[in-house]
């Protein structure tokens, strides 16, 4: 698929160097073809890494992408440059009276606060209650997805004894369900995570249906039942070295972290880690963008006038 960004964006030269189309906003005016329009609200502190994880993730599909990167204006972020952030994200200020076919709510490293500690917490309840009349879907990952079953339906999260650090194993629970088409019975996910959302709290709510869960992380992939709102408890989206980087980081800081499991060949740390999780992270971007964006955005949303005038 080819990802429409800024021409200078980092992660663009880093994509084509690994043969992923990405084009530039220039040639991608000159093409007969309403691409579709994400918004991404990316809370994670090394934003550069994640704009490079997340749009490796939507590379996978025959359809062009539009991606406006969001930041909150409530929250000072110190892990990356305000340069970066004025050259390449919009506020949600900026934004606010916009359509789009989809929005990605990225994890956060906020999750052992309570909800409302949070001091970008009030900017974050605002656009999830904008979601629901200005986007076609929103896809929540970690702490994105905690905080909307939260916020959306009051399921609340609980401490871990330790974090949730690893490469697990899942099982597809509705195979009938186009979020999952083409996955195997079986498939392996990342987790990265001191909390948890608890299956029993889910399955309370009628609009809730849970499509993938692990006898280790909890559950992992759940969806409402009109497919507006998508809820991922790990983060299909990261690469190889992620979790290597995490825990490296941690452990130089003497924090008590223990090695993630399932990741390194032989439990050797000091191998290479082994990448089991992409071809199923790929395929449930994909099948979000195809399913719950591309094909149900309302008409409405549409600049026909735009296209029929070609």
């Known amino acids: 698929m080819p990802i429409r960004t800024q021409s200078d964006l980092p992660a663009k030269e880093i994509l084509e160097h690994e043969n992923i189309f990405v084009m530039d906003e220039s040639r991608a005016?000159?093409?007969?073809?309403?691409?579709?329009?994400?918004?991404?609200?990316?809370?994670?502190?090394?934003?550069?890494?994640?704009?490079?994880?997340?749009?490796?993730?939507?590379?996978?599909?025959?359809?062009?992408?539009?991606?406006?990167?969001?930041?909150?204006?409530?929250?000072?972020?110190?892990?990356?440059?305000?340069s970066h952030l004025n050259k390449f994200y919009v506020t949600f200020e900026d934004i606010r009276y916009q359509n789009f076919d989809g929005l990605i709510i990225t994890g956060a490293p906020v999750e052992q606060m309570q909800y409302e500690e949070v001091d970008y917490w009030e900017e974050i309840c605002s656009i999830m209650e904008w979601s629901k009349t200005h986007v076609t879907s929103t896809l929540h990952l970690c702490w994105g997805a905690q905080a909307g079953l939260y916020y959306h339906y009051g399921i609340p999260k609980h401490m871990l004894e330790k974090k949730m650090f690893g490469v697990y194993k899942h099982?597809?629970?509705?195979?009938?369900?186009?979020?999952?088409?083409?996955?195997?019975?079986?498939?392996?996910?990342?987790h990265s995570r001191h909390t948890e959302v608890r299956k029993e709290d889910i399955e309370k709510i009628e609009d809730l249906t849970i499509l993938a869960e692990s006898e280790e992380a909890g559950v992992f992939l759940v969806i409402a039942k009109d497919g507006r709102q998508i809820f991922v408890?790990?983060?299909?989206?990261?690469?190889?070295?992620?979790?290597?980087?995490?825990?490296?980081?941690?452990?130089?800081?003497?924090?008590?972290?223990?090695?993630?499991?399932?990741?390194?060949?032989?439990?050797?740390?000091?191998?290479?880690?082994?990448?089991?999780?992409?071809?199923?992270?790929?395929?449930?971007?994909?099948?979000?963008?195809?399913?719950?964006?591309?094909?149900?955005?309302?008409?409405?949303?549409?600049?026909?006038?735009?296209?029929i005038g070609k």
């Open 29 to 82: 005016s000159h093409q007969d073809i309403r691409p579709i329009s994400i918004a991404i609200v990316n809370l994670m502190p090394l934003k550069e890494d994640t704009e490079l994880q997340i749009l490796r993730s939507l590379s996978n599909s025959p359809l062009q992408v539009d991606v406006s990167f969001v930041a909150l204006s409530s929250h000072e972020s110190t892990h990356t440059s305000l």
């Open 171 to 190: 099982h597809v629970m509705n195979r009938k369900i186009p979020l999952v088409r083409g996955f195997d019975d079986y498939f392996w996910a990342p």
């Open 233 to 307: 408890m790990g983060h299909p989206e990261y690469d190889r070295y992620t979790l290597h980087n995490e825990y490296k980081r941690d452990k130089e800081k003497g924090l008590p972290i223990e090695m993630p499991v399932n990741y390194y060949p032989d439990n050797d740390d000091t191998r290479r880690p082994s990448l089991q999780w992409r071809s199923h992270g790929n395929i449930l971007y994909s099948n979000w963008l195809n399913y719950y964006v591309y094909q149900t955005t309302p008409y409405s949303f549409i600049n026909t006038a735009e296209i």
